[in-house]
């Protein structure tokens, strides 16, 4: 059964920087498929932000790509997103997700509530 | 930039048929993907490529794309589908596209 789980600071400064991690299990990361995050602010709707291959091939979401950065650490089995200059428009619940061939997120983490606040 | 239009709320009395739409240009050249959202949970697939269902998923739902509208069908609908439900595409310019997302409520 795929596994992924976020993990990160819940609280990040304004114009600091958030970094989260998705660790998978049950699957290799390196074998196929995308693997993607996904932000749901309070209230609102589901926001893609991005989606990368373990070969490196990235997408960003138009409005994210001057700010987002997704990387991964095939020996952890783990992702990583880091989105710089964060504003309080960045107050989200992040979800990682597993993107698959059939162009749909068929897995998902429990989500993680990152609240930019002072 | 590409988007998709659902409408904000959706009633439907027990045992009736809900219809959630999800509107885009051109949306039936692409495919669809439907996720019910309880609240406090993460989103599941209810649907993917447009009219399949993933193992596990009732078969009260169901699914159609054509033209610029693409449609969720839920017959019989039971309590335990209120929900909100997002529609979700992939287009080339704006790569993984979802739309704003649609409470049902079952009266």
Redesign the interface.
């Known amino acids: 059964q795929v596994q992924l789980q976020e993990s990160g600071p819940g609280l990040v400064k304004p114009s600091e920087t958030l970094s989260l991690t998705c660790t998978v299990s049950g699957y290799s990361i390196s074998s196929d498929f995308y693997w ?1 995050w ?1 932000r749901q602010p309070p209230g609102k ?4 932000i991005g ?1 990368r291959y373990h070969s490196g091939t990235t ?4 409005s994210l790509k001057s700010r987002a950065t997704m990387s991964i650490d095939a020996a952890k089995n783990q992702f990583s997103l880091r989105l710089t200059s964060v504003t309080a428009a960045d107050t989200a619940v992040y ?1 990682c997700a597993r ?2 061939t ?5 897995y ?4 993680i509530l990152v609240t930019v606040s002072s | 930039s590409y988007e998709l239009t659902q409408p904000p709320s959706v009633s439907v009395s027990p045992g009736q048929t809900a219809s959630i739409t999800c509107s885009g240009d051109k949306l039936g050249d692409k495919y669809a993907s439907w996720y019910q959202q309880r609240p406090g949970q993460s989103p599941v697939v209810v649907l993917y490529q447009d009219i399949t269902r993933p193992s596990g998923i009732p078969e009260r739902f169901s699914g159609s794309n054509s033209g610029n509208t693409a449609t969720l069908t839920i017959s019989g609908t039971q309590a335990m589908d209120e929900a909100d439900y997002y529609c979700q595409a992939w287009d080339s310019s704006t790569y993984v596209v979802f739309g704003g997302g649609t409470k049902l409520t079952v009266l």
């Open positions: 993607g996904i709707g589901l926001e893609w989606s997408y960003y979401h138009p979800f993107y698959s059939s162009f749909v997120f068929d998902w983490g429990q989500g």
